[in-house]
């Protein structure tokens, strides 16, 4: 793998030379990477539900995707 220093040196660089449409497509590269995680914005209370949720899936707790979706299919064709 290159050196981080090396690989910096050459995207400043590009950039200066970069068309329109590639500085956007960089500039939204590093907005997405920005992003706060969602996961990190739930409350605690919210994050503790999900992980108990996941541990009663894994036990065979709850019912399986396909057979929800069989009772509730029709509210997606309206």
């Given amino acids: 793998m290159a050196n981080v220093t090396i690989l910096r040196k050459n995207v400043k660089k590009y950039i200066e030379t970069?068309?329109?449409r590639v500085v956007k497509m960089?500039?939204?590269l590093l907005e997405a990477d920005s992003q706060i995680d969602l996961w990190?914005?739930?409350p605690s209370t919210v994050q503790q539900d999900v992980?108990?949720?996941i541990k009663q899936s894994a036990k065979g707790?709850?019912?399986p995707h396909d057979e929800v979706m069989k009772k509730y299919?029709?509210?997606l064709t309206k």
């Fill in 18 to 20: 970069a068309d329109e």
């Fill in 26 to 28: 960089v500039h939204a």
């Fill in 61 to 63: 707790k709850g019912k």
């Fill in 73 to 75: 299919n029709k509210w």
């Fill in 40 to 42: 990190d914005e739930l």
């Fill in 51 to 53: 992980e108990e949720a």
